[in-house]
T-cell receptor
Framework: GAGVSQSPRYKVAKRGQDVALRCDPI?????LFWYQQALGQGPEFLTY????????KSGLPSDRFFAERPEGSVSTLKIQRTQQEDSAVYLC?????????????????FGPGTRLTVL | GDSVTQMEGPVTLSEEAFLTINCTYT??????LFWYVQYPGEGLQLLLK?????DKGSNKGFEATYRKETTSFHLEKGSVQVSDSAVYFC?????????FGDGTTLTVKP
């Protein structure tokens, strides 16, 4: 079966441009996560969706970052007025179940990422 | 906030050598702990996990034990292969969020 897919795989943007990054989770997966991975570092949490509801966006670095998942499947991460410090790999992950009240773990399946370079 | 610190790399070993990659965590409460692996050109894959103290996660010959007293989750393998060459990430999960270490690059030479 298909895994998590992301598009585009590579994106080059000029400083100040807006970009949109797409994530197609595994069909039927309830939970969806976005992470930002700078070069040489581990992924950092950005935001989490349960179906169409964005339950946690505490990791978004600024109000230039916006994520949506309007129908509870495909998600888009949008970055407005890109800056050089936004250059990173953006990872999407999905999970078949919702995160429980106790925060117990459900396995996350990661996509290949989108490498964003802002010039 | 929560944090994960793992051994800096890169690590280079000969085939059949013993591997240890150290990982320690700080967290309020008791997180679940994981090791992920990223092979060249591929996405992150879950390697193993442990959800409570003294649990041992194991997969593909790799093992790690959740040590609450030392807040550690060190990754070990008794005999590495060339195909184990990859980047390894230690991570914790608590309150709906994952926290990752910075990764350790392992190269295994024949």
């Amino acid at each position: 079966g298909a895994g998590v897919s992301q598009s585009p795989r590579y994106k080059v943007a000029k400083r100040g441009q807006d970009v949109a990054l797409r994530c197609d989770p595994i069909s039927g997966h309830v939970s969806l996560f976005w992470y930002q991975q700078a070069l040489g570092q581990g992924p950092e949490f950005l935001t989490y969706f349960q179906n169409e509801a964005q339950l946690d966006k505490s990791g978004l670095p600024s109000d230039r970052f916006f994520a949506e998942r309007p129908e509870g499947s495909v998600s888009t991460l949008k970055i407005q007025r890109t800056q050089q410090e936004d250059s990173a790999v953006y990872l999407c992950a999905s999970s078949p179940e919702r995160i429980g009240l106790a925060g117990e773990y459900n396995e996350q399946f990661f996509g290949p990422g989108t490498r964003l370079t802002v010039l | 906030g929560d944090s994960v610190t793992q051994m800096e790399g890169p690590v280079t070993l000969s085939e059949e050598a013993f591997l240890t990659i150290n990982c320690t965590y700080t967290a309020t409460g008791y997180p679940s702990l994981f090791w992920y692996v990223q092979y060249p050109g591929e996405g992150l894959q879950l390697l193993l996990k442990a959800t409570k103290a003294d649990d041992k996660g194991s997969n593909k010959g790799f093992e790690a034990t959740y040590r609450k007293e030392t807040t550690s989750f060190h990754l070990e393998k008794g005999s590495v292969q060339v195909s184990d060459s990859a980047v390894y990430f230690c991570a914790s999960f608590r309150a709906g969020k994952s926290t990752f270490g910075d990764g350790t690059t392992l190269t295994v030479k024949p």
